[in-house]
C-alpha cells in the first residue's frame, strides 16, 4: 500500500505541475489563441457530446454483435501478433532517467520495482482510456454510456501495455540465448503459425468454430464494447480482468533482468531531450541510429532536389520502405480474396468492411498524414539558414523537401485504394453497375492521381510553417496541451479549406469530361480519361504553390522569426 501511495502522489503531482505550466504559457499570444480553439473544439466535439458514433455501435449497425466482435477480434489479434513480430527495442519495464536516479539506490526489492511499474502502467493507462472514451463517444448517450465505453478501454489499454511488457520479456529470455533477430522473428512467425495450425485442426475435428475458437482470447477483451445491459457488462468484464490479472503474474514471474538495459535507455532519452533542447537533429529511435542502406544511388549528374530526397528518406521511418509496401498489397489481397470465398463466415460482408475501413483509412490519411510527416522543409527549419546558403532557388528546395514525404505518403496510400478495391467487390446481383471495368479503371485513375494530391496537401503546413514560424514544431522541445492541440486544429481547417479550393476545379473538370466522354467511349475509358485534367490542373496548382512557397522561403530570417 505504501507503494501505490506513492505512486499516485507523484502522478497526481506531475498532472498538477503540468496543469500549472500549461496555464502560465497561457500568456503568451500564441499559446493563448490556440488554447481558446482547443477549448472549443473539446467542448463541442466531445464535453457537449457531439462527437460521432461510438465504434462498437458501428460495427454492430453493420454486422449485427456477434459479427463485430469477431471483426474486433481479428484486428486486435494482428495488432498483438506486430507486438511479437516487429518488438521495440525497450527493455520490458521502461524507467525513466529521474526513476532510475531515485528509485534504484532506494530501498526497494526487485519485486517492488517491478509492482511500481507494472502499476505505473495501469494507472497511465486510466488517461489512455479516458482520452479514447471521449473521442469514441463523448457524453452524448450520457454519462452511463461514457464510463461503460471507460471501462472497456481500460481493460483493453491495460491489457495491451502488459502484453507489450510480456512479449518484450520474452524475447529479452531469447536474446540472452543467443537468438538474433531474424532467428527470433523466424521462431516467433513459425511459433505463431503453428499455434494456429493446431488450433483450427482441434476446432474442426470437435466440430467448433474454427474462427471464433481461434480468436477467443481477443474476442474477451472486445466484448465489454459491445453489451448493452449492466448485467453483461459486468460479466463481460470478468473475463479481460482475468487475463490482466494472469499476464499481470506472467510479467512478473517472467521479468529477465532490467537494471541495465532501463539505465541505458534513460541515457539515451536524457541525450534525445538534450538535444531536441538545444536544437539538434534527433532520431527517434534515440540519439543514435543503425546504419541503413542507401535509398537509391546518389550521383552526381541527378537534379539537386534528389539529395534532399536522399536525406529525407534516410530520415523516415525504416518500415516505410518497397519491401512492406509490395508485402502489404499481397496481403491484402490474398486475405480480402480468401474472406471473399468464405460465404459460410460472411466473408464478403467482411472484405467490404475493410475496403470501406480502408477508404476511412485512405481519408485520415489525406487529411492528417501531411501533419505527421515531417521529415521535409518543417524538420529542417532550423537550418534553414544553411539551406539557403545553397546556390538553388527558394522554389527547389521547397521541392526537393517535398519529394519524400510525398513518395511514402503516396505508397501508403496506395496500399489503402487497392485494399478498397479488392474488398469492395459488390455481392452477386447487386450493384451491376460496378462492372469490373470500371473499378480497375476507378483505381488507375486514382493511383495516378494521389502522388499531385498528396504533395499539394504536404505544401500547405510547409507554407504555413513559413507564414507562422512561431507555431512551428522545431524540434526544440517536445512541447504538448490543449493550446497546441488549438494551434494544430487552426491548422488543419486552413489546411482542409484549401484542400477544398484546390480540388473544386479539378472535381468539376473530370465531371466535364465524365459526362461528354461517357456516351462515346463508355464509363470505364471515360472515368481513365477524366484523371488526365485532373492530374493536370493538380499539377498546375502544385506549380504555383511551390514557386509561392519558395519566394517565401527565400524572404524568411530564421534569427528573426525562431529567436526565443
Not at 539558414?385 to 545553397?390: C, N
Not at 466535364?512 to 463508355?522: E, K, S
Request: overall charge positive; aromatic content about 10%; hydrophobic content about 60%.
Amino acid at each position: 500500500m505504501a507503494l501505490l501511495r506513492a505512486l499516485l502522489y507523484l502522478r497526481l503531482t506531475s498532472v498538477a505541475n503540468l496543469v500549472r505550466s500549461r496555464l502560465l504559457r497561457l500568456r503568451q499570444p500564441k499559446y493563448l489563441i490556440g488554447g481558446i480553439a482547443g477549448a472549443a473544439y473539446v467542448w463541442f466535439f466531445f464535453i457537449r457530446g457531439l462527437g460521432p458514433r461510438s465504434n462498437s455501435q458501428t460495427l454492430a449497425l453493420a454486422f449485427g454483435d456477434g459479427r463485430a466482435e469477431i471483426f474486433a477480434a481479428i484486428i486486435l489479434s494482428v495488432f498483438i501478433l506486430l507486438i511479437w513480430v516487429l518488438p521495440s527495442d525497450s527493455p520490458g519495464l521502461s524507467f525513466s532517467e529521474p526513476e532510475v536516479a531515485f528509485l534504484f539506490p532506494a530501498p526497494l526489492s526487485r519485486a517492488q520495482l517491478i509492482h511500481y511499474k507494472l502499476l505505473d502502467g495501469l494507472v497511465t493507462s486510466l488517461l489512455g482510456a479516458i482520452f479514447f472514451a471521449l473521442v469514441s463517444t463523448g457524453l452524448r448517450h450520457g454519462w452511463l454510456e461514457a464510463l461503460r465505453h471507460f471501462g472497456a478501454w481500460w481493460v483493453l489499454n491495460a491489457n495491451l501495455a502488459l502484453h507489450q511488457s510480456l512479449a518484450a520479456f520474452a524475447i529479452g529470455r531469447l536474446s540472452a540465448l543467443g537468438l538474433n533477430v531474424t532467428w527470433r522473428r523466424t521462431l516467433l512467425v513459425g511459433g505463431a503459425i503453428l499455434t494456429v495450425v493446431v488450433l483450427v485442426t482441434v476446432a474442426f475435428r470437435s466440430g467448433a468454430d474454427a474462427l471464433g475458437f481461434l480468436l477467443w482470447p481477443a474476442r474477451f477483451i472486445v466484448r465489454p464494447f459491445l453489451v448493452d445491459h449492466a448485467g453483461l457488462y459486468v460479466l463481460a468484464l470478468l473475463p479481460p480482468l482475468g487475463l490482466l490479472a494472469l499476464q499481470y503474474f506472467a510479467v512478473h514471474r517472467l521479468a529477465s533482468p532490467f537494471e541495465e538495459a532501463s539505465i541505458v535507455r534513460a541515457q539515451k532519452t536524457a541525450e534525445v531531450v538534450a538535444n531536441m533542447r538545444a536544437g539538434k537533429a534527433v532520431h527517434l529511435g534515440g540519439s543514435k541510429q543503425k546504419a541503413r542502406p542507401d535509398p537509391f544511388r546518389l550521383g552526381p549528374r541527378l537534379p539537386a532536389e534528389f539529395a534532399l530526397l536522399w536525406k529525407n528518406l534516410l530520415v523516415a521511418p525504416s518500415y516505410l520502405n518497397r519491401k512492406v509496401f509490395l508485402g502489404a498489397l499481397v496481403l491484402s489481397f490474398t486475405g480480402l480474396t480468401w474472406l471473399r470465398a468464405q460465404a459460410h463466415l460472411d466473408g464478403p460482408k467482411i472484405a467490404m468492411a475493410v475496403g470501406v475501413l480502408a477508404l476511412v483509412l485512405l481519408a485520415y490519411l489525406l487529411l492528417f498524414g501531411p501533419q505527421l510527416a515531417r521529415f521535409d522543409l518543417r524538420g529542417d527549419l532550423l537550418h534553414a539558414d544553411m539551406l539557403k546558403a545553397w546556390p538553388l532557388p527558394g522554389w527547389r528546395v521547397v521541392l526537393g523537401g517535398l519529394l519524400a514525404p510525398a513518395l511514402l505518403l503516396s505508397g501508403i496510400a496506395w496500399v489503402l485504394v487497392f485494399t478498397a478495391a479488392v474488398g469492395l467487390s459488390p455481392l452477386p446481383g447487386k450493384a451491376l453497375w460496378l462492372t469490373p471495368q470500371l473499378r480497375v479503371a476507378a483505381l488507375a485513375a486514382i493511383t495516378l492521381i494521389l502522388p499531385a494530391l498528396c504533395a499539394l496537401q504536404l505544401l500547405v503546413p510547409n507554407g504555413a510553417t513559413l507564414l507562422f514560424p512561431a507555431w512551428a514544431q522545431t524540434g526544440r522541445g517536445a512541447t504538448g496541451g490543449m493550446d497546441v492541440m488549438g494551434q494544430r486544429m487552426i491548422f488543419f481547417v486552413g489546411q482542409f479549406i484549401c484542400l477544398l479550393l484546390a480540388l473544386l476545379p479539378a472535381v468539376l473538370a473530370a465531371a466535364a469530361t465524365i459526362f461528354l466522354t461517357q456516351w462515346l467511349i463508355g464509363s470505364s475509358a471515360a472515368v481513365l480519361l477524366a484523371s488526365l485534367p485532373v492530374l493536370a490542373i493538380l499539377l498546375l496548382e502544385l506549380w504555383f504553390g511551390v514557386h509561392w512557397v519558395g519566394l517565401r522561403f527565400e524572404a524568411l530570417d530564421i534569427s528573426a522569426e525562431l529567436r526565443p
